[in-house]
């Protein structure tokens, strides 16, 4: 147990769904992160929130939409989601810029 | 452009003896350089860190070696045991990147320890 939940675990979904992923830090820290791994690449960062302010947007496609509601949770807003959006989404948080604690993920299919 | 490489994609060593896992980088603005290890249906979880001033850091069985004029860093775990089994990732820390961490990540390295 990290101090970084991850729900759900495993999500599939249809190009037309909207879906959300959800992230919860237990650790106090100020900054969140979605980050993004597919296969034999490697991890890419998608949204920093740093004192609950997006400070990070990598070139990340609108069908992904970020909000972070307060220090502790973050979400990740899907929707007409591709195929090549198949994924593991990655949540991290940390304190300042200290050592990154991650979640487990979750493993994301686009039929 | 990967500004952060792990070349060797695996790696099998026998329990007990050393485990290397070498990373290279490009970027001379990163000043901090992390190892996370992952096991499968777990997140990455922070292993040891090494900041550019420094050119080795050890915590038990695990020391990482950085070669700045070279740009290249590695893991050694020594002695090897059949629970170091999993994906190892290097990533650089970028200075000056504000209240947040921004690292870069290589690919990874799958480490398979033989009992």
């Known amino acids: 147990e990290t101090g970084v939940t991850q729900t759900p675990r495993h999500l599939v979904m249809g190009m037309t769904n909207k879906k959300s992923l959800k992230c919860e830090q237990h650790?106090?820290?100020?900054?969140m992160y979605w980050y993004k791994q597919s296969a034999k690449k490697p991890l890419e960062l998608m949204f920093v929130?740093?004192?609950?302010?997006?400070?990070e947007n990598n070139s990340v496609p609108s069908r992904f939409s970020p909000e972070c509601p307060n220090s502790s949770h973050l979400f990740l807003h899907l929707h007409t989601l591709q195929p090549e959006d198949s994924a593991l989404y990655l949540c991290?948080?940390?304190?300042?810029?200290?050592?990154?604690?991650f979640g487990a993920g979750t493993r994301l299919s686009v039929l | 452009d990967q500004q952060v490489k792990q070349n060797s994609p695996s790696l099998s060593v026998q329990e007990g003896r050393i485990s290397i896992l070498n990373c290279d980088y490009t970027n001379s603005m990163f000043d901090y350089f992390l190892w996370y290890k992952k096991y499968p249906a777990e997140g990455p979880t922070f292993l040891i860190s090494?900041?550019?001033?420094?050119d080795k850091n050890e915590d038990g069985r695990f020391t990482v070696f950085l070669n700045k004029s070279a740009k290249h860093l590695s893991l050694h775990i020594v002695p090897s045991q059949p629970g170091d089994s999993a994906v190892y990732f290097c990533a650089a820390r970028l200075k000056n990147s504000g209240g947040y961490q921004k690292v870069t990540f290589g690919t990874g390295t799958k480490l398979q320890v033989i009992p």
């Open positions: 991290a948080s940390s304190q300042d810029r200290n050592i990154q604690y």
């Open positions: 650790l106090g820290h100020n900054a």
């Open positions: 090494i900041s550019s001033i420094k």
């Open positions: 929130y740093s004192l609950e302010e997006r400070v």
